[in-house]
């Protein structure tokens, strides 16, 4: 349900924030494991990670002080749909087997691509599918009709996926692109350096014109020239892991000032099992020779919390995602939105790429029954409205930024 009232001025008042204030929060009826959200005209949609029933909410939040729950639509069993886009009238969803999700009966998973029509934006109807195989679709952007780009299964690994939906009722794949290996019989494949750190597979790509930057967990980043979109090619790779810890979530290309911002995800485990995750920053002017030229800060707690550093909190700490810079949302090369599951979400300057600066930060209490937040994913809107989830029941919180653009 929407927070209201005292209860809304509670939740506001044990916030931690610096140049933020948050302004409507709902959760999500009980259904508060928050993945991907995206904001398109005045409503919300909000992907679950498959902790609950849900695959997918919309909310009204043409009101931002009183969203309202419109709809919720349920996962298949034994599957989750944790990432949503949205072009027009056509709304996108993954579909995946994952093993950590308890299982909810003998049927097997649906893995995929389903594709709604949203002529209706409150009741999406299911007109197409794009079967895949194995563990299924990971992440998805679909920003440039007609295609989406997916994480999808390509040899015995996880490859990239290029989706003609021009006809959403017949999803066909144009092209595809793997890490050198993901095939047995591939020549040269890239050399695992750390067996710590070993899986080499596409986590996610964001196309920028006729380029694609490529997430491939902790083989680093990888540039590929889209122009023939049958035919991927690789242009560049950029891999910090080892002696820092891989495991590359999102790349996100800044093209008017030649910089790729690349974040790698902290898994559970503590220190020992990740290593040194961060965001870097990696000039990208010359693109056959990617340089990283500097790092963000890592988040540090206020000085009356009870823990010296946000490892020590219950609960995951460390970089999760970034605000992919939406054509319909806020986009900015200067400002970098990020969220930190325990340590909240982060705002960052990088006017001097070298040194990037924390320029303001938004940290809930713990949802109810919780030990800490965990903040997973986020949507800045042209507004400057933050939309946020929480993956530990904590549903979505709305916030404004205050601070300098």
Known sequence: MQTVGAEFRKLQAECDTRNTRLIGHHDLDGSGDGMQIIKYGQYAYVAH?????????????????????????????????????????????????????????????????????LDDPTDPKLVGFYP????????????????????????????????????????????????????????????????RHNKFQVHGAIPCGNRAYVSCTDAGVAILDITELRSPKLISRVNWCPPYGGYAHTALPLPGRGLLIALCEYSPGGRERNGDKRIWVIDIREERQPVIIGSFPEPRPAESSPWKSFHDRPVRFGPHNLHENYPNGFKSEKLIFSTWFCAGMRVYDISDPDRPVEAGHFLPPPPPGEQAPEINDLFVDTDRLIYLTDRRRGGMYIVEYRGEI
Request: glycine share 8%; with cysteine; proline share 13%.
């Open 132 to 195: 895949v195989g194995m563990r299924g679709v990971h992440r998805i952007w679909y920003r440039d009709p007609p295609y989406a780009h997916i994480a999808a299964p390509v040899g015995g690994s996880r490859g990239y996926h290029i989706v003609d939906l021009s006809d959403p009722a017949d999803p066909r794949l144009v092209g595809c692109w793997w890490p050198p290996g993901a095939k047995k019989d591939d020549p040269n494949p890239w050399q695992v350096l750390d067996p």
């Open 49 to 117: 990670v498959g902790k609950s029933k849900m695959a997918l909410s919309i909310l009204d939040v043409s009101d931002p002080s009183n969203p309202r729950l419109l709809r919720q639509i349920p996962h298949p069993p034994n599957t989750h749909n944790h990432k949503v886009q949205i072009v027009g009238n056509t709304l996108i969803q993954n579909s995946e087997y994952i093993s950590y999700l308890e299982k909810s009966g003998p049927e097997e998973p649906v893995t995929g691509l389903h594709v709604y029509n």
